[in-house]
């Protein structure tokens, strides 16, 4: 897709991915090599082999299996798994009793190291919507069939970024693991999961925010699936990661800009559809494009230039840095673990990692994950503004009444401003 003129006779959204790299390309501003480069990384080398090589090492070795459970980041990066999307991972087994499911509803959060980029299916409306709250159906659309003796046990990456991709045994159902190994799953639900903590940045109540909605219907796997379905989403992932890398916005930024849309647009669009524009979007905020250029298809005039284009030689590197979004705390913890809380009944006018479906519940923190970046702050300019995050659990029943599925609890990160205790003594609330 390099060297080219720009065509009209080709479908839209080629034609805009086209337009944008020979103009940030003539503009010097993106090396067409670190496409390439970036493309062929999540294509061949990274992808469900690696997470299935973490679950097979646990199932067969009880001190690795420890080690997952206790500090999964550390324990993965040492079969060689790390990097972008992977900076602080955490490890959940399935056993008899409970079944791990994960789902981002606000978008699409994944560990990329150990899985590779998202399947549709884990990116679609029906998995994120569905699955907090129906998730034995959506299990039984990929034919798995839990016992009910079996609970389910649901993680929402709403913090998602930089996060804590939980991992978990998917593969379909089939034997027990081989004895003596630790954290082997009974059951196997659809895919290795992902959930990891971290700023995210979305505007309030938008189409994005999925959660318990009805009316998308079934999910559809597709066996086989391929990482890529069109040359055109190869390049609208390099050049997103690249245009990131010039460092004009930050990932929250860049996650508002996807999803502040029309639901009409939203959901009409593809996902790599959804990033191009709000690549184009963030372009011409910063002015480093202008819409004429974009109609155009070429560079019309010179835009500010950078010494952070990142070149092919430099994609290897970038990638295994990440950028983590664990910060120092300036104020101690709020809460701590046990501690029952509920969420805040809020409309903010900007962005938010809180989704609709758990406000104004009651639940009880279950894990401190220490202070990190706030995307409510950092999406709008207002800095990184540290706040504590936490794991807050919720009991089926809590969020959707007595129909709720038996045994269902749904996990939930959410930062400190998110939360007030049970009793209803509200602490302050941080700007966003």
Known sequence: MHD?????????????????????????????????????????????????????????????????????????????????QGEHMQA????????????CTLCSCYPWPVLGLPPVWYKSPAYRSRVVMEPRAVLADFGVELPRSTAVRV??????????PRLHDRRRPGPPPPAGSVGGAHRFGPGLGAHRFGPGGITVNGPH??????????VEPEIDEPVFHA????????????????GHWNLDQSRFARENRHPADYYSSRYYEIWTKGLERLLMDHRVVTADELAAGRS?????????????????????????VDREPTTD?????????????????????????????????????????????????????????????FAGTELWGEGAE??????????EPYLVPADGTAGPQADG
């Open 4 to 84: 080219h003129e720009h065509d009209n006779h080709l479908e839209p959204i080629e034609a805009r991915v086209r337009a944008l790299e020979t103009i940030l390309t003539e503009k010097g501003l993106i090396d067409p090599a670190a496409i390439d480069v970036i493309v062929d990384t999540y294509q061949n080398q990274v992808g469900p082999r690696n997470g299935a090589a973490v679950v097979a090492r646990a199932w067969t070795d009880p001190e690795f299996a420890k080690w997952l459970a206790d500090d999964a980041t550390a324990a993965i990066e040492s079969m060689g798994f790390s990097g972008r």
């Open 92 to 103: 959940v087994f399935n056993t008899p009793e409970v079944h791990n499911v994960v789902v």
């Open 155 to 164: 993680w929402d990456s709403t913090a998602g970024r930089a996060g804590d």
């Open 209 to 218: 925010d999925v959660g318990g909605m009805m009316g998308f219907g079934p």
């Open 231 to 246: 040359e055109w989403e190869r390049h609208a992932l390099g050049l997103t990661l690249c245009a990131g890398a010039l």
């Open 300 to 324: 019309l005039q010179s835009g500010p230039r950078s010494d952070r284009v990142l070149t092919a030689d430099r994609v290897a590197g970038a990638l295994a840095r990440g950028g983590p």
């Open 333 to 393: 913890a709020r809460f701590t673990v046990g501690e029952k809380v509920r969420t805040r009944e809020m409309n903010p006018t900007g962005h938010t990692r809180l989704p609709r479906y758990v406000r104004g519940k009651s639940g009880v923190i279950e894990a401190v994950h220490g202070a990190h970046v706030f995307p409510d702050s950092h999406a709008h300019g207002g800095g990184e503004n540290p706040q504590w995050l936490y794991t807050v659990r």
């Open 406 to 415: 038996p045994g269902l609890t749904v996990s939930v990160d959410a930062w």
